[in-house]
C-alpha cells in the first residue's frame, strides 16, 4: 500500500512511462502503404502546424511556398522557425524533442546531419524503432476509400502489418455527398444525389463492405461545427438512416470529431482549417436515441470540453477522447485532463496523437505521458489525504486502461 508522496510519484512515473500504447487516431499507415507512410526530418518540419506558425513570420507568397520542394519548405522553416526564432511552440519543441530522443545532438543546430541520420535508414526498421522508443504498441490510422491515393492500397494487398489497425473515414460521403455519389456510383453503388430508399440501401451496402474489407475498428468523420442531427439535410439523414444502423448491426462507434472550420484561410491548404464551438445538444440526442450504439467524441473547441465530460457522465454509450489538434498543446492537455478525470474518474481515453508522421509519436506521446502522469500523481495524492492508499498494481491497472485499455472495452475488442 502506498501512502508515501515520494513513492507514489516514482510508482506513478514508473507505470505511465511504462505502459504500452494504443493510439487511437492518427493519419499513419503501415509499410504496406508506400510513400502514404511518411517519416524523417524533412516531414517533420513541414508538418502543417509548421506551415501555419512560419507564415506568421514570413511574408513570402503562399503560391511560392508550396511551389517550393519539400527539402526546400523543410530549409526555410528550419530556418524562420528554429534558427531566427527560438522553437517555443508546441509543434515546434516536437521536434526537438524527437531527434534529441533518436539520439542526434540538436545543439548542433546542423540540419544537414540530421538529414544524413536519415538517409540510410530502412522504413521497416524505422518504424521498429519508433514503436519502440515511443512505447506505443499500435496505432490506429485514418483510411479513406475516396482518397484516390490510400483506395488502390485497399483494392490490391491492403494492410499486412497488424500493429496498424483501421478506421473507416467517411468525410467526403457525409460532408460532401452531392460531389461524392458520384464516385460510389463509379463503384458500382446504386445512388442518386436525392437519396432515394434505394440509396440509402446502397449507401449501407458500401459502409458494410468497406468495414469487412478494412477491419475497421471505428467508422470515423470530421464535422463542422454546426453539425445538427436530426435536421432537414443530406448529412444528417445519412447519419441516421446508413450509419447508425451500419454501426449497431456490426457492433463499431461512430466517431464523431466535432468543430472544424475547413480553409478559413484555403491558400494554407491543410493548415487553413480552424475551429469553432459545438453543439453539444447533438452528440446529446444521437446517445439518447441510440442507446445500443457506441460513440467516440472528440471536439475541437476548448469551450466545449466541460459540457462533453458532462454529457459523458449522462450516456456510457459515449466514450470521450484525446485532446484533439488545437487543444493538444501543454496547458490544455493539462486541464482537460483534470476536468476529466474530476468528473469521469477514469473512464475515457485521455489522448491520441493525430500523428501524420511516423517520428511524430515520439513527441507527441513523451509530452502527453508527461503531463498525464503529474495530474494522476495529484489526484491520487488527494485520496491518500483522504485516508485511501492505492497499490503499485492498482496504479498499473489504472495506467492501462487510461493508455489503450478503455478503448479496447469500448470497442468490445481485444489489442492482437
Ligand atoms: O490534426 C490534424 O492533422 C488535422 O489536420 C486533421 O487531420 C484532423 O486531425 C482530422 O483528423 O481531421
Ligand atoms: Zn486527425
Redesign the pocket.
Known sequence: MITDKNVLRDAVRTAVNSVKITDI???LYSGSFGDLLLWGVDELLTYHYLIAEYFRYSDMSYRDFFALSKREQADLIWQTLFLEHSPVSEAQRGVLTVLNKLGLDVRSRNLDSFREYFADMNTQDYIDKVFEISGVKSVVM?NDPFDPLEKPYWDTEGNQDPRFKAALRIDPLLNEYPTSYKKLQDWGYQVSVDLDQRSIDEIKRFLTEWIKKMDALYLAV?LPPNFTVPEDSLRSRIVEQCVIPVCRELNVPFAM?IGVKKLVNYQLGLAGDSVGKAEIQTVEYLCRSYPENKFLVTLLSRENQHELAITARKFRNLMVFGC??FLNNPSIIDEMTRIRMETLGLSFIPQ?S?A?VLDQLIYKWSHSRQIIAEVLIDKYSDIIDAGWAVTEEEIKRDVADLFGENFWRFIGRSCD
Open positions: 487516431h492518427t493519419h485514418t470530421s470529431m484533439w489538434w491520441h493525430d501524420r
